[in-house]
């Protein structure tokens, strides 16, 4: 069982950047691969990044592709995302999910989520 609480959203103007953290509780973080989702009002949960156990490996969804960051620090048992030049576009509730095994892009395939935080991107 895994435990996950984000932090770190709120109010930027476009163009500016934001940390996301998620700590994570429980046993055996480092197994888990760690992923990053977001939510915007009247839309689908969608892919934002994903890192795998190791954090050898990252993905990022194209609309995020080189302005987010994702990391993680196992001896923190803390999984971020740095994101910088904020769109509008961007607003939403971010989500970190967990899943034992390798890092996947489908949100179906993560078994242990966080209650969200909110970023909002003024234009």
């Known amino acids: 069982q895994v435990q996950l609480v984000e932090s770190g959203g709120g109010l930027v103007q476009a163009g500016g950047s934001l940390r996301l953290s998620c700590a994570a509780s429980?046993?055996?973080?480092?197994?888990?691969?760690m992923g990053w989702f977001r939510q915007a009002p009247g839309k689908e949960r969608e892919f934002v990044a994903a890192i795998s156990w190791r954090g050898s490996n990252t993905y990022y969804a194209d609309s995020v592709k080189g302005r987010f960051t994702i990391s993680r620090d196992n001896a923190k048992n803390t999984v971020y995302l740095q994101m910088n030049s904020l769109k509008p576009e961007d607003t939403a509730v971010y989500y970190c999910?967990?899943?034992?095994?390798?890092?996947?892009?489908?949100?179906?395939?993560?078994?242990?989520w966080g209650q969200g935080t909110q970023v909002t991107v003024s234009s």
């Open positions: 999910a967990a899943r034992y095994g390798s890092a996947l892009i489908r949100a179906l395939d993560y078994d242990y």
């Open positions: 429980g046993r055996a973080f480092s197994t888990y691969a």
